[in-house]
């Protein structure tokens, strides 16, 4: 595929990744701090610049943290290889020096917030880039990692920046971590997220029952109305994740609140239960519904490029050693937003490993090195077939 020598995995130091990493993970970046993940986002931008690496630093919007673009070579306008990562988590600050330290247990496992999803492979994915590009030199290809900070929260801010980097690519590599075993994913289902506020009329539960109107009960009919759109042959969940509404055990209630989460596995079903949900009416005409919300990020499926992607990447992957094996997730990356776009997706490239969000998230550290080497091998190889 290239006259430049692949790399293996005895080409990474693993235990100076590990140190690296450590000190990654011990920088705590929640979504919501945007502080906190510019700090490690200094420590990227330092590394990668340190390592003759060229960075584009673009302050965050909405709340969030600054986006870092960081590339071996002068980006071409197009025929890119792009590479996807965030420096984001969903665990809060102080996780740390609680629940879940960073911990090695002497047994291939190593334990912190983040650290499988997704600061190991965001490490693995600059590591690989350096790597490459000091095994290729001025024969590198084209190739940029995009560093996102609210990934975690929907990539509200750093959507633009995603999609208007996917445009100029031919392809896209997404380094979530992998599932079950080191699947990587080839496909993932759509998400949208609805929220509803019903309005009734308040009134004594004693005195003036009749007077009110429950905003409680009509939400009750709307949740059996909506929970009925799930169709687990076709892929569709639709899950009425929290309710919430009166002021007291004697007042009828005149506001409750429902969370909606809805999984979509290809844009036909998208278009139906979205108009579905959409036309939901109140039974009384007394009642009001709002809903807010919408389709976050849009189904991610397979197409015939992204397919040729994937068996490229297992050629690539069984001189390493890997059997890799591709698997479709009900959960949302920004690869769905590159997908989307007709851009050839390849996902879950990151660390094997389990427990991503909660306090026993770790990665499997036996899975670093040859995954690191795939990553860097697809960066040498992109446009060489």
């Not at 931008?45 to 969030?64: D, H, I, K, N, W």
């Not at 009001?288 to 397979?302: D, H, V, Y």
Request: hydrophobic share 45%; net charge negative.
């Amino acid at each position: 595929m290239t006259g430049v020598p692949l790399l293996t995995p005895a080409d990474v130091d693993l235990s100076a990744f590990l140190a690296e990493l450590r000190a990654w993970v011990e920088i705590e970046t929640p979504s919501a701090e945007p502080g906190r993940v510019d700090a490690l986002a200094d420590r990227v931008e330092a590394r990668a610049r340190s390592g003759g690496l060229s960075v584009r630093r673009t302050p965050g919007t909405m709340g969030y943290g600054d986006l870092l673009c960081v590339a071996a070579q002068p980006a071409a306008e197009s025929g890119r290889l792009l590479v996807l990562a965030h420096l984001d988590t969903v665990h809060p600050a102080g996780t740390l020096a609680g629940d879940l330290p960073w911990r090695d247990d002497g047994k291939g496992r190593v334990y912190g917030p983040g650290i499988y999803d997704m600061k190991s492979g965001a490490l693995m994915a600059l590591r690989a880039l350096e790597l490459a590009s000091e095994r290729a030199g001025a024969a590198m290809p084209p190739v940029e990692i995009l560093f996102v900070s609210d990934e975690e929260v929907g990539s509200r801010s750093s959507r633009p920046a995603i999609e208007a980097a996917a445009r100029r690519a031919s392809h896209v590599l997404v380094v979530e971590p992998a599932r079950d075993g080191g699947q990587i994913v080839v496909a993932r289902k759509g998400v949208a997220i609805i929220d509803i506020l019903v309005r009734g009329r308040a009134s004594h539960a004693g005195t003036r029952p009749q007077d009110g109107r429950s905003a409680i009960r009509e939400a009750a009919r709307l949740v059996l109305r909506l929970e009925a759109m799930n169709d687990p042959l076709r892929g569709i969940s639709v899950t009425v994740g929290t309710i919430r509404g009166g002021t007291g055990r004697n007042v009828v209630p005149a506001e409750c609140r429902m969370e909606v989460d809805i999984r979509l596995p290809d844009a036909e079903a998208a278009a139906a239960v979205l108009a579905a949900v959409a036309a939901l009416r109140p039974g009384d005409p007394e009642i009001a519904i709002e809903q807010t919300g919408g389709l976050n990020r849009p189904p991610f499926t397979q197409s015939a490029a992204a397919r040729r992607l994937f068996d490229k990447a297992a050629l690539l992957a069984s001189d390493l050693g890997l059997d890799l094996k591709g698997q479709t997730t009900g959960g949302g990356s920004d690869g769905n937003f590159t997908a989307a776009l007709g851009v050839p997706t390849l996902d879950g490239l990151g660390a094997d490993g389990a427990g991503a969000h909660t306090l026993s998230e770790h990665i499997l550290t036996d899975s670093l090195a040859a995954r690191l080497a795939l990553l860097a091998n697809l960066m040498l190889t992109h446009g060489k077939g």
